[in-house]
């Protein structure tokens, strides 16, 4: 089946610590997508990579897909409070359809 | 800018009651979507609409129906709720096809079923 299993379900780490969150498919993807979600918000898109090996940064974030397309990892360097919230990946199968990972829900200790 | 409206934002039913969730965008957005989040489940698509015209199955469709009433609104109807609908549900709209852009979400809509 086209699922998107995503590990850990959630990471508590010291502020100013790193933070990686990781996205595995049993088939191929077309493309990945990441989201970001408040406590008590709503998703909000931060990236989209397409091509095999793709590796994106935005300031202290960095986005990688893997080689052979089924794998992608969030990480974040320094975590801040700012960083506080559920992190998101959705699986594109060229189907239409955007399947979503169960999420990663980030926590800060000052 | 707006960008996705829903509404309600909160709603509690009683068993067997019926109610339809509105969702409005207004960036001429193509392709729009519900989903529903619940608890160590991520985000599952209940239906999609890839063009103004078109509803298709996502995921979970079981206890739901759909209307792209227009290129801006499209409404998700339980018919008889069950405690099993009871869920945060989202609105989304994308520029381009399904599976190929970014989609914006509304706020949510918290629904309870007692």
């Known amino acids: 089946g086209q699922q998107v299993m995503q590990i850990p379900q959630y990471q508590h780490v010291q502020e100013g610590e790193d933070f990686t969150t990781y996205c595995n498919s049993s088939?191929?993807?077309?493309?990945i997508q990441w989201y970001k979600q408040r406590p008590g918000g709503h998703p909000v898109f931060l990236i989209q990579?397409?091509?095999?090996?793709e590796v994106k940064k935005q300031k202290r974030l960095t986005f990688q897909f893997g080689e052979a397309k089924k794998n992608s990892s969030l990480h974040i360097t320094a975590t801040q409070t700012t960083d506080v919230g559920t992190y998101f990946c959705?699986?594109?199968?060229?189907?239409?359809?955007?399947?979503f990972g169960t999420g990663t829900r980030l926590t800060i200790i000052p | 800018n707006a960008g996705v409206t829903q509404t309600p934002k909160f709603q509690v039913l009683k068993t067997g009651q019926s109610m339809t969730l509105q969702c409005a965008q207004d960036?001429?957005?193509?392709?729009m979507y519900w989903y529903r989040q619940d608890p160590g489940m991520g985000l599952r698509l209940i239906y999609y609409s890839a063009s103004e015209g078109t509803t298709d199955k996502g995921e979970v469709p079981n206890g739901y129906n759909v209307s792209r009433l227009n290129k801006r609104e499209f409404s998700l109807r339980l018919e008889s709720a069950a405690p099993s609908q009871t869920s945060v549900y989202f609105c989304?709209?994308?520029?381009?096809?399904?599976?190929?852009?970014?989609?914006?979400f509304g706020e949510g809509s918290r629904l309870t079923v007692l």
């Open positions: 959705a699986g594109g199968f060229g189907n239409e359809k955007l399947t």
């Open positions: 989304a709209s994308s520029v381009v096809r399904p599976n190929t852009g970014e989609l914006f």
């Open positions: 960036m001429n957005h193509n392709s």
């Open positions: 088939t191929t993807l077309s493309n």
């Open positions: 990579l397409v091509k095999s090996g």
